[in-house]
């Protein structure tokens, strides 16, 4: 995609520590090879103010995630704003925020092609880690994290080839790499990506608790409607690319016959406000799959 390059160059720049408008001037070169330069005013928004100090702007812009509601980038530019792998710095004003344990369910229909894919994804383990004695305790150690601050969540697994928590979708083993490993992903012998009409995404969110001894009636559940989004005329490759869909958070609870107790709103939910979902589209493992989704983060709005 050829705009990204220049994208990438005109935002590395200063941006007003206390996230107030700043004009800034930037050079770049065009297809030609001719330097041109450029002067922008910096928004004060914190979640574009947030995205340009991480240098990672490509899907953060004036339309959001532009007219048709989604975009795609380059799955080698970083997704959570950490470089090298993500042991470099964080992006300034964010810091690393406990989670709290919770299951995401995403459900994708495209009108035009009938075709739908439901997966979830789990932010907490119920077992003592990877290959660890399952104890039965939704919230086990924490798999993902979260990066808050600046008026933005974003919720995040690693890059990479891993290992996650089960989920109720049943994540599929793979083993891959020059020195084969286990890792779990998301496979679909169809690519509902590919949709010359709407594309609705619906987010679940279901929050448990542990209350007791295992057995009937020891987990609570609390479940909400997290979000939902629309997106027109999607394409998408099938391998090595980054797929970004917005959506607007609800935060609506459904009424369950046992909720958590004492959980009063949905965790890291803002209503009203937007979100994007990037999800990672690796290679699929074999010939039957169309689609191998391998990584989510998720950007989340306060304001």
Known sequence: MLFLIPVLALVRTTVDSEGTAAITENSEKDESGT???HTETETADPWDKWAKS?????WVNEEWVGPRGWTTIH???????????????IPPGMAK????????????????????????WKTHWTTDGPGGAD?????????????????????YEKQGRVQRPPDTKSNHGRTGGVFPKEYTAWPST???????????????QVVSKHVGGIGMGSVQDSRFRFGEGVATQVVSSSANSVLVLGFTQNCEEIRTASPVEDLSKAPNCFPGKRGALLMHLGAPADARHKLEMDRIVMYLSEN
């Open 54 to 58: 991480a240098g990672m702007p490509h």
């Open 97 to 120: 925020t406990a989670l709290e344990s919770q299951e995401f369910l995403y459900e994708f229909a495209c009108d035009a092609t009938g075709q739908k894919w439901e997966i979830a």
């Open 190 to 204: 169809q690519n509902v990506f590919n949709c010359p009409g709407e594309l609705t995404t619906k987010i679940s």
């Open 35 to 37: 330097l041109v330069r």
């Open 75 to 89: 799955e080698d530019l970083p997704l959570v704003g950490i470089t090298h792998n993500g042991w470099g710095k």
């Open 135 to 155: 104890s039965g305790d939704p919230n086990g150690p924490p798999y993902a994290k979260d990066l808050a601050g600046n008026g933005l969540h974003v919720i």
